[in-house]
């Protein structure tokens, strides 16, 4: 993409780039097809970093069991 294609997107209203990528959306995804992810942990319970949200973090009793 050239700079002043950028600049141009940039200066989009909002709801116009919506409206947009609703459309490139319906060209490259048929209405009735979902598609699925799914998130692993690879550290429940022994993550050394201190976040006292995450129920990775070895620092706090989450209620989680420890994984090896």
Known sequence: MKFPE???LYR??????ISQ????HL????GEEVQRCSLLSIKTGGCS???AYCAQS??????V????
Not at 27 to 30: A, P, T
Not at 65 to 68: C, G, K, L, M
């Open 58 to 63: 070895a620092h706090y009793s989450t209620g």
């Open 21 to 24: 990528s609703r459309q490139v």
């Open 6 to 8: 950028l600049q141009r």
């Open 27 to 30: 060209q490259h995804w048929r």
């Open 12 to 17: 989009q209203p909002l709801f116009d780039l």
């Open 65 to 68: 069991e420890r994984e090896d």
């Open 49 to 51: 970093e201190d976040c």
